[in-house]
């Protein structure tokens, strides 16, 4: 089978064809325009200029995608289906691809496939390398911090979601505040490797709790107020950036080592995988990988390109769903134009099993 997946659920806009034969995954192209330059300057992604940027950017990306694909031996007449990002996200942004989506689906008489941008992290490290079924998730990315049970395609349990910030959304935040600039993530990063670790005591969130659930916005609140009050030099922002990076990997593993516990399967070594623009902090890998260990799974984190926003995950997840169809669903999705954008759309939910058709 042959897909080509289309994703512009937040800043990035990208286009891919992916390709599975055999049961060997091949990646023909993966194109992304990163559209973080547009939005630095006002220190967050502005929804309406992304979309924007997304109606500017999607048509040579998809060129680009195609003749990158031909160049390995891909043809046109090959694709069985076109997916494309139907939400959660920013709902301009998810608008503009799934309309582009369906256009080349309708032009080329292919079923058309409305991905759960989540599903399309969740299967990401699928692109890179085999990984059994079922494997425990750490997702953390801008905007979702979960830990799922990823059981199959289409089977996923969540186990665990934060109630108020994301995780790399805490390290923007924070990083704001420091004037350390947009993504805040990296440069908080950067900072923190000259800082003590220990210098600042920050508050551990739901400490009680039996769940898997994640809080950070005490941690933010907290961090904010050691910026003004003893944040004075240089040494005392790196400590800060080291002391918030420590708390924050920190509650990834006290929660992922809840999971782990709780995780029930029949592999003799199953695979932990962390995914999202937060796995590729040093610092946070680093102790996650430990705590896999511990426990007896096997660490993966996805080459980084397959971490952040991309289209190839979308495409592997629209090419999985499509294997799954039968004639007659296959059938359903011919240039389907009734799939819905959406800017909610929880993994876990009995509508995710399914491309979002209004009825
Ligand atoms: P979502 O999938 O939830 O809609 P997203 O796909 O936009 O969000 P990603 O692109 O996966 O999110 O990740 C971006 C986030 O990762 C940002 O919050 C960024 O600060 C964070 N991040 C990137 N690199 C690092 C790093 N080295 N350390 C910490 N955080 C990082
Ligand atoms: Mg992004
Ligand atoms: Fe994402």
Request: net charge negative; proline share 4%; aromatic share 6%.
């Amino acid at each position: 089978l042959c897909v080509l997946g289309v994703e512009s659920s937040c800043d990035e806009t990208a286009v891919s064809v992916v390709r599975k034969r055999g049961g060997q995954v091949e990646v023909l192209s993966s194109v992304i325009h990163s559209q973080i330059a547009a939005h630095a300057v006002y220190g967050g992604v502005v929804p309406e200029i992304a979309a924007r940027s997304h109606v500017e950017t999607i048509d040579d990306l998809c060129r680009r995608a195609l003749s990158e694909a031909k160049t390995k031996g891909f043809d046109e007449a090959e694709l069985d289906a076109v997916a494309a990002t139907a939400g959660p996200g920013l709902i301009g942004g998810v608008m503009v691809g799934l309309s582009f989506a369906k256009g080349f689906a309708l032009a080329r008489g292919l079923p058309l496939i409305g991905v759960n941008h989540l599903e399309g992290h969740a299967l990401s490290p699928l692109l890179a390398e085999p990984v059994a079924f079922p494997y425990l998730l750490l997702l953390v990315s801008g905007g979702h911090c979960q830990l799922l049970n990823v059981r199959g395609v289409g089977d996923y349990e969540r186990l665990g979601t934060t109630i108020d910030d994301a995780a790399g959304e805490a390290f923007d935040k924070i990083a704001k505040v420091l004037g350390l600039g947009y993504p805040g993530g990296p440069a908080l990063e950067k900072c923190a490797a000259e800082g003590d670790a220990t210098r600042f005591v920050l508050p551990r969130a739901l400490l009680g709790r039996k769940d898997c659930d994640f809080s950070f916005s005490g941690l933010k609140t907290a961090a904010a107020k050691v910026a003004t009050d003893q944040v004075k030099t240089p040494q005392d922002r790196a400590d800060l950036c080291a002391s918030v990076q420590a708390a924050i990997a920190r509650q990834l593993c006290e929660r992922s080592e809840r999971a782990m516990t709780a995780f029930t399967h029949g592999n003799t070594k199953p695979a932990f995988v962390v995914a999202g623009g937060v796995a590729a902090n040093k610092t946070v890998r680093a102790e996650l990988t430990k705590l896999a260990d511990k426990h007896g799974f096997r660490f993966v984190a996805p080459p980084m390109a397959y971490c952040t926003d991309n289209a190839a995950m979308i495409a592997l997840a629209g090419l999985e769903r499509f294997s799954l169809m039968d004639a007659d669903e296959r059938s359903d999705m011919m240039g389907s134009m009734a799939t819905v954008a959406r800017p909610r759309w929880p993994l876990d939910e009995a509508a995710a099993t399914a491309s979002p058709v209004h009825k």
